[in-house]
């Protein structure tokens, strides 16, 4: 069963420009959860899809924004990234129909210049 | 409001010496208990969870941990800690039940492992 991936691995921005960031859950999960781990931050929670539906959000910002497919990949975009935006951006996903565990991805680092 | 705490930023341990890495959580009722690693620049490993039953949860690479609720603790265990065992381990809750539950992160102890 192949796990959750993430493209890019790494992405380099220029500050004011906007960044996608992608994400396929496992076979079968539904729902999509994003993270940011920023250095000195921890992991905090940004976004959650399910049924191609933004269901909740953490406290960020509205230029963090994305969406899931009718395949539910989902896609994080973040516009006129600032310097402190630069962190590994993870994605999860969970099945959320029955409970349970969260599968998360490799990550992508994205670094704001 | 939900809470993890990892109490340990730090912690160093010899090889082939046993680990116990701490983890309280402070929820109304007791939550999905898991513990995660992340090597250097990668994502997160699930190490094992807890839902219920058996309070002692066997995981992978040899580790346990152990429910108490008298303490609303879910420490990490290892009887002998290796040298790639070195990473950074979180322990995370989220409420019972499906639907949304996020799922909230302590700050982490980082384990280094000294020859």
């Known amino acids: 069963e192949a796990g959750v991936t993430q493209s890019p691995t790494h992405l380099i921005k220029t500050r004011g420009q906007q960044a996608t960031l992608r994400c396929s859950p496992i076979?079968?999960?539904?729902?999509v959860y994003w993270y940011q781990q920023a250095l000195g931050l921890g992991l905090q929670f940004l976004l959650w899809?399910?049924?191609?539906?933004?269901?909740n959000r953490g406290n960020f910002p509205p230029r963090f924004s994305g969406r899931q497919f009718p395949n539910y990949s989902s896609e994080l975009n973040v516009n006129a990234l600032e310097l402190e935006d630069s962190a590994l951006y993870l994605c999860?996903?969970?099945?959320?129909?029955?409970?349970?565990?969260?599968?998360f991805g490799s990550g992508t680092r994205l670094t704001v210049v | 409001a939900q809470s993890v705490t990892q109490p340990d930023i730090h912690i160093t341990v010899s090889e082939g010496a046993s680990l116990e890495l701490r983890c309280n959580y402070s929820?109304?009722?007791?939550?999905?208990l898991f513990w995660y690693v992340q090597s250097p620049g990668q994502g997160l490993q699930l190490l094992l969870k807890?839902?219920?039953?058996?309070?002692l949860v066997q995981g992978i690479k040899g580790f346990e941990a152990e429910f108490k609720r008298s303490q609303s603790s879910f420490n990490l265990r290892k009887p002998s800690v290796h040298w790639s065992d070195a990473a950074e381990y979180f322990c995370?809750?989220?409420?019972?039940?499906?639907?949304?539950?996020?799922?909230?992160f302590g700050t982490g102890t980082r384990l280094l492992v000294s020859p």
């Open positions: 999860a996903s969970r099945n959320p129909y029955r409970g349970g565990g969260y599968t």
């Open positions: 076979s079968g999960h539904t729902s």
């Open positions: 899809y399910d049924e191609g539906e933004e269901r």
């Open positions: 929820y109304g009722a007791t939550p999905y």
């Open positions: 807890y839902f219920s039953g058996d309070t």
């Open positions: 995370a809750a989220s409420r019972r039940g499906t639907g949304f539950q996020k799922l909230v």
